[in-house]
């Protein structure tokens, strides 16, 4: 299976060697995001891919740009809504010029008819470029149902995130009610509280055992690591990412064990 991690998990490093390092540590697959404001991370978009491919990374998932304080005006009339449809239309592009799996999604705020039909002119370019849209599954639980309930779209997908799930709806199965939808992972661990993008190892207590059942029915899923370093872990970045590719590493034999089962 292939293994994934956030591109900048935390240490801000030359970009070809942070590549380098991860494809050495054991992960084939990458996920990014195209937001200018975090080019002194990762450098633009273009530099990225450049150094993906050099090392033979496969682009996984690639993470819409957005401030968390805006998202609601997607749903509401006015330019900043329209703003919001026109960059996300532009992610949609640049994760098809580049080949990234699929776009995942934030949203919030409440559910409306300018909010519908923008998201609509969005799957209609993704159709065109046959780059899926995946939801993530956030804090706000019902702008999440209310779009899957009302957009009926073949392009339209869902984006599974376990840290998620732990923190803020942690009895709600994802996997029985929007499993169908399944296209991308976002894998990291907290202790319950709050989201805390970090590892089993830390602080985590997820029922991980439970999600490697559900994910055993699919194929073809990269387990993309979500996950941020925190100074307090005092750790270099080779011993981070040494720990999260082992962690990564039991889940897949985990996930592994129980598809042995079901054949």
Avoid at 14 to 43: L, M, P
Avoid at 58 to 68: G, I, Q
Wanted: charged share 30%; with cysteine.
């Amino acid at each position: 299976m292939d293994k994934g991690i956030s591109f900048y998990f935390g240490f801000i490093s030359n970009i070809d060697e942070r590549a380098k390092k991860i494809k050495e540590y054991g992960f084939s697959s990458v996920i990014t995001c195209a937001d200018k404001k975090f080019n002194y991370q990762n450098g633009s978009i273009r530099k990225q891919v450049k150094v993906f491919r050099k090392y033979n990374l496969k682009l996984s998932s690639l993470h819409m740009r957005y401030n968390a304080s805006e998202l609601h005006f997607f749903f509401e009339e006015g330019r900043k809504g329209e703003k919001l449809k026109r960059l996300l239309i532009k992610d949609v592009k640049i994760a098809s010029k580049y080949g990234f799996t699929c776009v995942v999604v934030h949203l919030d705020g409440n559910y409306s008819e300018i909010g519908e039909k923008r998201l609509r002119q969005v799957l209609s370019v993704c159709e065109k470029l046959n780059v899926p849209l995946a939801i993530e599954n956030l804090r706000h639980k019902q702008i999440f149902f209310d779009v899957f309930k009302n957009i009926k779209h073949k392009m339209l997908k869902f984006c599974y995130d376990a840290g998620h799930n732990n923190a803020f709806d942690k009895n709600y199965d994802y996997f029985k009610n929007f499993g169908g939808k399944l296209i991308t992972l976002h894998l990291h661990d907290n202790d319950g509280t709050f989201d805390q993008h970090t590892l089993t190892c830390f602080s985590g207590n997820i029922n991980w055992d439970n999600i490697a059942k559900n994910l055993a029915q699919y194929n073809n899923l990269s387990l993309d690591y979500e996950v941020f370093y925190k100074e307090k872990y005092n750790l270099t970045e080779d011993e981070y990412l040494k720990l999260v590719i082992e962690q990564a590493k039991k889940f897949e034999s985990l996930i592994l064990s129980y598809k042995n089962k079901n054949q």
